[in-house]
């Protein structure tokens, strides 16, 4: 819409709008179909440009988060618990010793697989 025109306006219908360039302008482009900026990490997330804050901020799967125990590393929140659990050379002792032994029984089950396919 623009002020003072004469014929109806295309989009609203209305004559003599008070609504500035400016204003439906920037109504038009936050009303503009998105992708979600981690697209390229398959978040799926398309929609308005008015709402992919508050997906960036609180849905997005593929959001940036910095580390909690003070690594340097950003991390996807869909990564973080393994980057917590497994990863992070800060992570307390105990998340250490869980990994460690959790990786013992993986490796104790696969020489047991192994010796029973060679029949060991």
């Not at 109806?8 to 109504?27: F, I, K, L």
């Not at 690594?71 to 307390?92: A, G, M, Q, W, Y």
């Not at 047991?112 to 029949?119: G, I, P, V």
Request: net charge negative.
């Amino acid at each position: 819409c623009f002020p003072h025109e004469e014929e109806p306006c295309s989009q609203c219908q209305q004559c003599n709008s008070t609504a500035s360039y400016d204003e439906v302008t920037s109504e038009r482009v936050m009303r503009l179909k998105v992708h979600c900026k981690h697209y390229k990490e398959d978040c799926e997330w398309n929609g308005e440009l008015v709402a992919l804050d508050v997906h960036l901020a609180h849905d997005c799967q593929y959001r940036k988060l910095k580390c909690p125990y003070g690594c340097p590393e950003n991390i996807s929140f869909c990564d973080l618990e393994v980057h917590k659990s497994d990863e992070c050379n800060l992570r307390p002792a105990e998340k250490k010793a869980d990994t460690n032994s959790r990786k013992i029984e993986e490796l104790t089950q696969e020489i047991r697989l192994w010796k029973q396919k060679l029949k060991v």
